[in-house]
């Protein structure tokens, strides 16, 4: 059995707490309390649980007593225990009511195949079951998972390298620096060309995060658990004043949230220069600002259309970004694939410079989004989407690049436009005369005509139909 098989049994569990009254995600919740515990015992990891509270202890449990036994269990990890332990527990509850329906998910996970499971790994298989809740529209995951190919591509772009602090300060479950730390094992053998101290640093220093809702950092903390990352991973609200402790980084990859704060208010937040009631450009601050000034760090942001043509402090950002920056790169993604279908998103690619003025000559726009499909669950992204987008970024010379998609404005020609990035996209081929179009005015002209005809011939026809009536 493979680990798509296992994550598909998993779900199916679901199905036993409907009567409970359990949403998708608070059986994700309920899985990680209960995963943790086996998964513990089967890699041998289970030291530092207390023998009392580990797995076989609970799976020996039934009815009444196995319901009152996981509530103490519960409370006694997230209150008594240290590290990772206590944070992935911490303020834990069952919402399970039913205590047969406790044992027959127990017993489930109990008799799965997980000498396969460990075979393909357990962090594979905790992945995919977080993916399995993002894709269940009903779950309303997807607002916080970022799909794996485009996390795949910006990571590769980024190439994050051994030594590099990393950072998501909008983390979900973890994603972003999951594919960072695959990807700087994979480039050296598994780390295992690194000396002990620079192995520690990576599992101890290298990837971090912050993420606001509670039971999300609990899967966050989690899913790093089972890739062997041991990162600080904040409980907190990057946009408060908690947020000023993360800077200094080498390498940012996220995908904030989109929106405005409750309300309306401005963040809270006293150190950015233009404080917004826009939740992601008050994020975009805090990212660019967030890193190294050595002219090598760098950043990759999933950011929607209204950053880049907002006007008052959004054009005040954007420039800010520019001087402080160099933005290289803008991709702009085609739509349907966010859990919120008609958002349009952009990449954001930028380094940020020593100096703190004019380190953006020109910015490249890359069109991945006019005369593409809608992607969606039926149709979803893969790599050869990104092929052409690849070579136009990684190109020695990009003014050499052939490809209709890809443009470039000078920093000139964006300040001419109250330094407007909702720039580079192509013709778009359903809209068919674009050769034929009449003037804006005399188009209007024509369709106020039109509208005038229409008005007399309707006046006619009630006339007509008046005298008939008489």
């Given at each position: 059995m493979n680990n798509q098989e296992i994550v598909?049994?998993?779900?199916?569990?679901?199905?036993?707490?409907?009567?409970?009254?359990?949403?998708?995600?608070?059986?994700?919740?309920?899985?990680?309390?209960?995963?943790?515990?086996?998964?513990?015992?089967?890699?041998?990891?289970?030291?530092?649980?207390?023998?009392?509270?580990?797995?076989?202890?609970?799976a020996k449990k039934q009815g009444i007593e196995?319901?009152?036994?996981?509530?103490?269990?519960?409370?006694?990890?997230g209150e008594k225990c240290t590290g990772r332990i206590r944070e992935i527990y911490a303020g834990a509850r069952s919402n399970i009511e039913e205590p047969k329906n406790l044992e027959k998910i127990i017993t489930n996970i109990d008799g799965l195949d997980w000498y396969s499971a460990k075979e393909e790994g357990l962090g594979n298989?905790?992945?995919?079951?977080?993916?399995?809740?993002a894709n269940e529209k009903k779950s309303g995951a997807g607002q916080y998972f970022t799909p794996r190919i485009l996390i795949n591509i910006m990571t590769r772009l980024m190439a994050p390298q051994p030594g590099e602090l990393c950072n998501d300060p909008a983390c979900g479950t973890f994603g972003f620096m999951i594919a960072a730390d695959r990807y700087v094992k994979k480039h050296n053998d598994d780390n295992f060309d690194l000396s002990l101290e620079a192995q520690d640093f990576q599992k101890d220093k290298a990837f971090t995060g912050c993420e606001l809702v509670h039971d999300t950092h609990r899967l966050a903390l989690m899913n790093a658990m089972?890739?062997?990352?041991?990162?600080?991973?904040?409980?907190?609200?990057?946009?408060?004043?908690q947020g000023k402790v993360m800077k200094n980084y080498d390498l940012v990859l996220t995908n904030p949230p989109f929106g405005t704060k409750k309300g309306g208010e401005r963040t809270t937040r006293d150190d950015l220069t233009f404080p917004s009631s826009n939740k992601q450009l008050n994020f975009l601050q805090h990212i660019y600002r967030s890193l190294k000034a050595n002219g090598k760090a760098r950043a990759a942001v999933v950011l929607p259309d209204n950053v880049l043509f907002a006007d008052g402090d959004g054009a005040s950002i954007r420039?800010?970004?520019m001087n402080k920056?160099?933005?290289?790169?803008?991709?702009?993604?085609?739509?349907?694939?966010?859990?919120?279908?008609g958002v349009k998103t952009n990449v954001l690619f930028f380094t940020r410079g020593k100096t703190e003025k004019n380190n953006t000559k020109d910015v490249w726009i890359y069109d991945l989004r006019t005369n593409m499909q809608?992607?969606?669950?039926?149709?979803?992204?893969?790599?050869?989407?990104?092929?052409?987008?690849?070579?136009?970024?990684?190109?020695e010379d990009r003014a050499l690049v052939e490809d209709e998609r890809f443009s470039c404005f000078t920093r000139e020609e964006i300040k001419a436009k109250n330094d407007s990035l909702d720039l580079g996209l192509i013709r778009d081929d359903s809209i068919i005369d674009y050769e034929d179009m009449q003037d804006p005015i005399e188009s209007g002209e024509e369709v106020v005509a039109k509208l005038e005809e229409a008005v007399d011939l309707i006046q006619s026809v009630l006339k007509e139909l008046r005298s008939l009536e008489v």
């Open positions: 598909g049994k998993l779900w199916n569990l679901c199905n036993v707490l409907r009567d409970d009254g359990i949403t998708y995600h608070q059986y994700v919740t309920e899985l990680t309390y209960l995963l943790f515990l086996k998964m513990a015992k089967e890699t041998n990891t289970d030291e530092p649980i207390p023998e009392a509270y580990r797995w076989d202890m609970l196995l319901k009152r036994f996981y509530t103490e269990l519960l409370n006694h990890l298989l905790y992945e995919g079951l977080l993916e399995k809740n089972l890739h062997d990352i041991e990162g600080e991973i904040l409980l907190a609200d990057t946009l408060s004043n420039g800010d970004l920056c160099n933005l290289h790169t803008i991709l702009r993604l085609p739509t349907g694939i966010f859990y919120a279908q809608t992607f969606g669950k039926t149709k979803t992204l893969n790599e050869e989407h990104f092929v052409d987008f690849i070579k136009a970024y990684t190109a």
